[in-house]
C-alpha cells in the first residue's frame, strides 16, 4: 500500500505559543502533545544585509537574524515575493560539529553555501545551535526550536523541508524521528532533505577515526609524542590540554610530508602514508581533518557526551593493508569500549528510523569525509524501522562532501515536492533525470549515478568487538 503523507503546514501554532511555553526556550510541560514541544515566544528578529552571495544569486532576498532564548544564533533569508502560506521553508541543520561558543557568523557561512535554496525560490532558516560539540538531540531541539520561531514571527510556509548536510544530516534524522506531530496534530516537517550524511549513528560512524589514530600513533609516535603525557587514545586529548591546530598540523607534516607535493616527501614520509591510507582507506588529502576530528570531537566526546568512559573499540581489529600487517597490528594500542558510555552516547547520536515522512538522500560515491557506506547503515535503519518505503536513495559521482553542484539540490527538492503532491516515490533515474532538464537555469554538475547502490560499512571499517550493557 503507497504510504500516505500528511503535507498541511502548522498554521494553529503561533496561537499556542504565547500561552503553553515557558521562559528561558524550554519546552512547556503538558502542553499539546509531548512530541513536539512548544517553546517561549521569541524576541523580534532584526533585519540584516543578506550575504553577497545570495543577493548575487537571488536579488531582492530580505534577510533576518537573531539569538533565540536557549542561546543559539539564526539566520532567515526571504527570497523576493515569499509569502506565507504559499512559499515553502527549507530547515536547514548544519554540518560539523562546531566547538566553542555559538556564533551568527556560523550560520552566515551556512546561508552563503546554500544560497542555491533561495535562488530556487525556498525560504531558508538555519541555527547555529546553542552549544558546540557532538550533540545530536540538543542540535535537533534547536531546529525544532527555529520552526517555531519561523512561524511565529514570518508565517506558516506552506510545506516544510527539513534539510541535514553531513553531522547535519545525523540532527535533521534525528529532529524528523523526535518531533512527528505539532500542537495541532499536524507533521512539523513535510519532507526531509539529506545530503552527505553521517548517517551509519554516533556509535558506528567515528569509529575508523580511532583506527586513524592508533595506526598514526604505530607509524609517527608523535601525537602525544614520547616526553608528552601518555593518555588513552580514544579521549583525543586529556582535559586542559594546549594543543593548537597548527601544532597538529606540524607534527603531521613532520611524519607524513602533507604539506609537500608527493615527489618531495622523503621515503620515509611516502612509506608511512601509504601505509596509513591504505589501511584506514581514506586518500591522503583528508589525512589531517580525519587527524582533527579524531582529536578534538574525541575530547568533546570524552569529557562532555560520554560520562568519562570509551565509546570507541578496536578490539578483534585487524588491520590490513600494510607491508606488514602482523607487526602493524602488534604495534596499535587496543582499546575496549564501556558498554555504560557506549548506551549514553548512542542515545543522543544513533537513529531509529521511525520518520513518518518523505526522507530524500544524496552521497557522492568518492565524499572522502563521511563514507557513502553509512547509507547503507540508514538504509538498514529504515528497514528495521518498518519505514523503508519512506526512503530514496540517490547517488553522484563527486568526490567532495560539503557540496555537490548547484542542479543537484534543486533537482532533489523538486522530487520531494512531486513526492508530495502525487504521493508516488521517484526514482534516483527520475531525479537524475530532473537535474538535467534544470541545467539550464542551474548549471552543469549533476553526475547522478542511479544504479549505483552503497557496501555496508563493514566492507570498509573493520568489524569490531562492542558489549552494550
Not at 502542553?31 to 514541544?37: F, L, M, N
Not at 534524522?173 to 553521517?198: F, H, M
Not at 604539506?259 to 583528508?286: F, N
Request: charged content about 20%.
Amino acid at each position: 500500500m503507497r504510504p500516505r503523507f500528511i503535507t498541511t503546514a502548522a498554521t494553529a501554532l503561533a496561537l499556542l505559543l504565547a500561552g503553553c511555553a515557558l521562559p528561558g526556550g524550554q519546552p512547556a510541560s503538558g502542553a499539546g502533545r509531548p512530541d513536539v514541544p512548544v517553546f517561549a515566544a521569541e524576541a523580534a528578529a532584526t533585519p540584516m544585509d543578506c550575504p553577497a552571495e545570495v543577493l548575487q544569486q537571488a536579488p531582492g532576498t530580505r534577510c533576518l537574524s537573531g539569538r533565540d532564548t536557549a542561546g543559539a544564533f539564526y539566520l532567515i533569508a526571504l527570497p523576493a515575493g515569499w509569502q506565507p502560506g504559499q512559499g515553502d521553508l527549507v530547515l536547514h541543520a548544519h554540518g560539523g560539529p562546531s566547538l566553542g561558543a555559538p556564533t551568527l557568523a556560523r550560520t552566515v557561512e551556512d546561508l552563503q553555501r546554500w544560497a542555491i535554496m533561495p535562488r530556487a525560490g525556498y525560504a531558508w532558516a538555519g541555527s547555529s545551535f546553542r552549544q558546540g560539540g557532538v550533540a545530536v538531540r540538543a542540535a535537533a531541539e534547536d531546529t525544532e526550536r527555529l520552526r517555531q520561531l519561523f512561524v511565529q514571527q514570518v508565517g506558516a510556509p506552506r510545506r516544510t523541508l527539513l534539510h541535514g548536510q553531513s553531522w547535519g544530516a545525523s540532527v535533521a534524522a534525528k529532529a524528523a524521528e523526535t518531533y512527528t506531530r505539532d500542537a495541532a496534530g499536524r507533521r512539523p516537517y513535510d519532507a526531509v532533505l539529506l545530503t552527505s550524511g553521517v548517517l551509519a549513528g554516533g556509535s558506528q560512524a567515528y569509529q575508523f577515526r580511532l583506527d586513524l589514530r592508533v595506526v598514526y600513533q604505530a607509524l609517527c609516535g608523535n601525537h602525544p609524542r614520547p616526553d608528552e603525557a601518555a593518555y588513552p587514545l580514544w579521549q583525543g586529548l586529556p582535559a586542559g590540554a594546549r594543543m593548537t591546530q597548527a601544532d597538529l598540523r606540524s607534527r603531521a607534516n613532520d611524519c607524513l610530508g602533507l604539506d609537500q607535493p608527493a615527489a618531495q616527501r622523503t621515503p620515509e614520509q611516502r612509506r608511512k602514508l601509504d601505509t596509513l591510507t591504505s589501511v584506514i582507506r581514506i586518500p591522503a588529502s583528508s589525512v589531517l581533518s580525519h587527524l582533527a576530528w579524531g582529536t578534538w570531537h574525541f575530547q568533546d566526546i570524552a569529557l562532555h557526551r560520554s560520562g568519562g568512559g570509551s565509546v570507541f573499540s578496536n578490539q578483534g581489529v585487524r588491520y590490513t593493508g600494510s607491508a606488514d600487517d602482523a607487526a602493524l597490528n602488534a604495534a596499535v594500542a587496543r582499546y575496549r569500549a564501556d558498554p555504560a558510555a557506549v548506551a549514553r552516547f548512542a542515545a543522543d547520536t544513533d537513529l531509529g528510523g521511525r520518520i513518518p515522512v518523505p526522507v530524500l538522500t544524496v552521497h557522492g560515491i568518492d565524499d572522502p569525509t563521511a563514507f557513502v557506506e553509512m547509507d547503507d547503515s540508514f538504509r538498514r535503519t529504515m528497514v528495521a524501522a518498518d519505514t523503508a518505503d519512506h526512503l530514496v536513495q540517490t547517488f553522484t559521482a563527486h568526490d567532495t562532501h560539503s557540496y555537490l553542484a548547484d542542479p543537484v539540490y534543486p533537482a532533489l527538492l523538486d522530487a520531494l515536492q512531486d513526492w508530495l503532491s502525487t504521493g508516488r516515490a521517484p526514482t534516483p533515474q527520475a531525479v537524475s533525470a530532473r537535474c538535467e532538464a534544470l541545467k539550464p537555469r542551474f548549471g552543469e554538475g549533476c553526475r547522478f549515478r542511479p544504479d549505483y547502490r552503497p557496501p555496508p560499512l563493514s566492507s570498509r571499517v573493520p568489524p569490531r568487538e562492542m558489549t552494550m550493557p
